[in-house]
């Protein structure tokens, strides 16, 4: 799929789905009542072999800060946590960005752009009991070279894109990693090549849905590419069923290995990655007039 430049005007392509029609027609017809969700790593930011090197597409800013103030809210819901995804983003003190919302750790912490420090609950014990483990745990189980820990701090995510086989790394490290997650009273999150051990409690449905309503939102927009989105899908699908359209992007990977079939096969539209987000957002933006 090309990409128009990003001086272009393109035409919002049709959602492929009567209910992704319904969820456009929603939005148009009323943007100050539209909500946008996206996910942060591989839907606003392009995947990359280490996370701490993930940034957000370089016209991610610019369109966001373009869309916020003609909508209802715009959040960024995220696994990250929420100072990370702020800072990898770059979405503190742009112009246009007053009103953002950062959910980060699946909805457990927030960050608003208005009042910017991050709000959570202190993490549960299990956690550290996890982080004093963990490495232990790995070399006991043979990780191969390239396996690498995140420690998100509320959450530690163990990552395998970087080894020789990430699938295999995987499919060794899943059996041990859920009974440690277990024994110590946290559940496994699983991603793009990483088993991630974190707090119950929280997921992006739950997130999504709660700033949905907090907007009192008549439409909602959200974009994801990963596992730990089938929460928010699944939230939009319950709030159509309660008369809120809305509208599903699916954010593709290069690799059709690392689809997500629910995603892909959920959506209303498929995008590729964040260039093709950042293209369908310009799009967006080009048809609603701004606020004066
Ligand atoms: O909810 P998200 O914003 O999508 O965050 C989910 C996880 O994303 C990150 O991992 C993924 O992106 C990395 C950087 O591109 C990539 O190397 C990795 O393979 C992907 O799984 C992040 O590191 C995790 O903490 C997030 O939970």
Do not use: C, N, Q
């Amino acid at each position: 799929m090309s990409l128009p430049p990003p001086s272009a005007h393109p035409t919002l392509p049709e959602p492929e789905t009567e209910a992704g029609r319904a969820g456009l027609a929603a939005v148009r017809a009323d943007p100050a009542r539209t909500v946008l969700a996206l996910d942060f790593d591989g839907t606003l930011a392009p995947i990359v072999g280490d996370p701490r090197d993930a940034r957000a597409h370089p016209e991610a800013v610019p369109v966001l800060a373009r869309l916020a103030p003609r909508l209802a809210g715009v959040a960024v819901i995220t696994g990250r946590p929420a100072a990370e995804a702020v800072r990898y983003g770059g979405l503190e003190g742009a112009a246009g960005l007053e009103g953002l919302t950062v959910l980060g750790a699946y909805g457990a912490e927030r960050w608003d752009a208005a009042d910017p420090v991050v709000r959570a609950p202190e993490p549960p014990a299990g956690v550290a009991a996890v982080r004093a483990e963990l490495p232990g745990l790995l070399r006991e189980s043979e990780a191969p070279e390239g396996t690498w820990t995140e420690d998100k701090g509320r959450a530690l995510a163990v990552h395998t894109r970087r080894a020789a086989s990430p699938d295999e790394a995987l499919d060794r490290l899943r059996e041990p990693l859920y009974t440690l997650a277990e024994r110590h009273g946290l559940v496994v999150e699983p991603g793009r090549m990483v088993l991630e051990l974190r707090p119950p409690g929280a997921d992006k449905g739950a997130a999504l849905t709660g700033f949905v309503r907090e907007r009192a939102a008549t439409a909602v927009v959200y974009a994801g590419d990963d596992r730990g989105d089938l929460p928010a899908y699944a939230a939009v699908t319950a709030l159509r069923a309660e008369g809120v359209p809305g509208l599903l992007l699916y954010s593709a990977p290069e690799a059709e290995a690392e689809a997500v079939p629910e995603l892909r096969d959920g959506a209303d539209l498929r995008v590729p990655g964040p260039a093709g987000l950042v293209a369908w957002l310009r799009a967006l933006a080009a048809e609603i007039p701004p606020v004066r």
